[in-house]
């Protein structure tokens, strides 16, 4: 029962039971406690009401016209010092622009340009809204900062949106949240939120992951480690020395971690101070930079299916093997996840997005939807501004990019010689292969009691892990989250990697009886392995190709993110936020440390702190810097 397919479109239809239709997700409180990650400095322009009960956060702001059609969204406004705030409605939820009529931005050829001339100049512009933007947009505009995202979809969050269908609330990407617990120094996902004075509520996942491999391998891998650990020395009982060994290095290198404050490692004023305070755990981490997590379990174990087990460990957050995933990474999923546990957002994880997006309009600064980047403009080699579809110019003093590097260099910079670096990062990284998804509503009886949230689905032969189709990701979000389907049903989010080759020439009709057949044979598989009957229980499918997510993430070929051509020297080739060009600067998943929600928070953190340095809102060095990025371009040329 396959529907016409419009994937990821929002729908001004919201369900009543729908719990992103609650102001509680959306709208941002006071945070309690000091947030970690950069704190806002309370000034004039952030501390909401003034004196004169007038709220300040729009004062002196440059502010601008959303770009969001009225035909599709209910706008609510409302005069302020002349600016006029305007609440977004999607559905019942809002989401902020600010709107200042006097500022509008003017078209080109119609005198000034939006943002060039001194006031009006942002800071930063971000290009793309999803967590690595947001939270770069976010730790700026804390910092003091003005920024403006410009998102070209109606909705933040990239593939960490949600969109609505019939009464349930689907995560578009993954509804595994990792760093999303209140302990630490890695919950960068709480602390982004933080940052900007929100807290959302979280539902704690008993089971990060139930794995179904070959030869009926069935291991759960639990909340606590030590369940886990009984659960797979119980499998592998000759291998438990190895076993705790492999995961006791995973814990040293997560310990290092979360002992350090993180920030940019491309700023030496921090990165020598942490080396300071914290000798071993840096040279700890330098030690495994470069090593990846097969070899390392390579070491210590010998059993041939435990070591593909770890390959399957390692596919969730890598799309590749052990032998290419980096060990900082492997360390960092492998512990978080009992460390502070993967913790669900309540209505969805689209909430964390618009929760960011507000946070920012709280702090003074702006974002615009439907504000398609389609060039980064240079002048004298120097990045300046941006131009939209639409013609429109904005400028600023810095330019930071969330497209991935291949959509930053080969579209939004059309023209220019691919600088050197990027030729190299090219020549280690490659698109890893997109996804193929199917949002399902199916009815509540087809589920057994105490089916687990998430699942990966392996069958028949360890050599199908890593090819289009052979492994399948599931989660059923409406375990921990009731409200995000009607009464009675459940959600089933399936995903499997799929290339863009296959799907794309075809006309309309192929392409639609192409999906059924592909989505027939995964919910074939589902049925046989996990839930009988799974195909008479659905009230509603959806299913999204490569075409698909190229289209609504404007991700190149619907990349899922950059995997290593080869095996990989750890993360020591991974680019961090500078790039060749002046000013210009890239975030998200093809940026260090790579794919992953707490991945791209990570590189979103660092990003602001290289740039807010580079315009004088945080200290810097000018001769430190040049040594540092001088070492780290070498140390990367070793990769
Ligand atoms: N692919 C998935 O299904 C999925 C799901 C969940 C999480 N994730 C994780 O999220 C990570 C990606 O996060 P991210 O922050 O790097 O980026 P993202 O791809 O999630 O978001 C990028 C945003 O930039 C916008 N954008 C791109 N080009 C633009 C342009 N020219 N003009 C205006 N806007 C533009 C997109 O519309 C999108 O909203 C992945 O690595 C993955 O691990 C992925
Ligand atoms: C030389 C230099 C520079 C330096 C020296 C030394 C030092 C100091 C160093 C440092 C370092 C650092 C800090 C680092 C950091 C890192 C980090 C934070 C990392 C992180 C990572 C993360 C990740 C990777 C994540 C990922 C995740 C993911 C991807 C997820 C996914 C999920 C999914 C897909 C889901 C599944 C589902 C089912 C099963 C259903």
């Not at 700890?284 to 070491?299: C, H, V």
Request: glycine content about 10%.
């Amino acid at each position: 029962m396959s529907m016409p397919f419009s994937h990821f479109l929002p729908v001004p239809q919201l369900s009543r039971t729908s719990p992103l239709a609650s102001q509680n997700c959306i709208v941002p409180f006071r945070y309690p406690q000091a947030p970690k990650l950069a704190p806002s400095r309370p000034t004039s322009e952030s501390q909401g009401l003034s004196g004169s009960g007038k709220p300040s956060t729009l004062l002196g702001r440059s502010s601008l016209t959303p770009n969001i059609g009225s035909d599709q969204l209910g706008v609510a406004k409302s005069e302020l010092y002349g600016a006029r705030r305007r609440d977004v409605k999607f559905g019942r939820v809002r989401l902020r622009a600010v709107v200042s009529e006097e500022r509008a931005v003017e078209r080109e050829g119609n005198g000034k340009v939006g943002g060039r001339d001194g006031e009006d100049c942002y800071d930063a512009i971000v290009i793309g809204s999803g967590i690595g933007g947001l939270v770069a947009a976010t730790q700026l505009a804390v910092k003091g900062a003005k920024v403006l995202v410009l998102e070209k979809y109606v909705i933040p969050g990239g593939s960490s949106g949600f969109y609505e269908r019939d009464g349930y609330t689907f995560d578009v990407g993954s509804s595994v949240m990792f760093g999303f617990s209140d302990k630490g120094n890695l919950n960068l996902i709480t602390q982004a939120l933080a940052a900007v004075g929100c807290k959302m509520e979280v539902i704690p996942d008993p089971t990060t992951v139930h794995f179904h491999l070959p030869s009926d391998l069935s291991v759960r891998v639990h909340r606590e480690y030590s369940d886990f650990l009984r659960e797979l020395t119980g499998r592998f009982p000759h291998e438990k020395e190895g076993i705790l060994k492999f995961y006791g290095i995973c814990w040293k290198i997560f310990n290092s971690l979360n002992s350090l404050e993180l920030k940019s490692l491309e700023e030496p004023i921090y990165l020598f101070g942490q080396f300071f305070q914290k000798p071993i755990e840096c040279l700890t981490l330098a030690y495994y930079l470069p090593q990846n997590a097969g070899a390392i379990a390579r070491k210590y174990i010998k059993d041939l299916e435990l070591l593909s087990f770890i390959d399957a460990e390692c596919f969730i957050v890598s799309t590749v093997n052990a032998l290419q995933t980096p060990m900082i990474n492997a360390s960092m999923v492998l512990c978080d996840r009992h460390f502070g546990g993967i913790n669900y957002p309540v209505g969805g994880v689209g909430g964390i997005a618009k929760s960011l997006a507000n946070g920012l309009v709280e702090q003074g600064s702006d974002i615009q939807y439907r504000a398609n980047v389609t060039n980064i403009i240079l002048e004298n080699g120097k990045a300046v501004g941006v131009r939209l579809s639409d013609g429109r110019k904005f400028f600023a003093k810095t330019i930071i990019s969330n497209a991935t590097r291949w959509d930053t260099f080969g579209k939004l910079l059309k023209g220019e010689n691919l600088p050197k670096e990027e030729r190299e990062f090219q020549t280690r990284y490659v698109k890893a292969p997109s996804f193929l998804s199917i949002h399902m509503g199916v009815k509540a009886e087809v589920l057994p009691q105490d089916t687990d949230c998430h699942h990966f689905v392996l069958e028949d032969t360890w050599s199908r892990l890593e090819e289009p189709y052979g492994s399948i990701f599931l989660s059923i979000p409406t375990i921990l989250d009731p409200s995000l389907a009607p009464e009675g049903h459940h959600i089933l989010h399936i995903f499997t990697t799929s290339s863009i080759e296959e799907w794309q020439g075809l006309p309309q009709k192929e392409y639609e009886e192409k999906k059924q057949l592909v989505a027939d044979e995964i919910i074939r598989r589902l049925e046989t392995k996990l839930f009988p009957g799974l195909k008479s229980s659905i009230a509603f499918m959806e299913v999204g190709t490569p075409k698909t997510h190229r289209r609504y993430l404007a991700r190149d070929e619907g990349t899922y993110g950059p995997m290593p051509r080869n095996v990989p020297k750890g993360l020591l080739g991974m680019p961090f936020n500078t790039t060749s060009i002046d000013s210009l600067y890239c975030v998200g998943d093809s940026c260090f440390p790579g794919q992953g929600v707490i991945a791209v928070a990570f590189s979103g953190v660092m990003c602001a702190h290289r740039v807010a340095a580079d315009i004088g809102l945080e200290k810097k060095s000018p001769i430190l810097d040049n040594a540092l990025l001088g070492v780290l371009g070498w140390l990367r040329s070793l990769a």
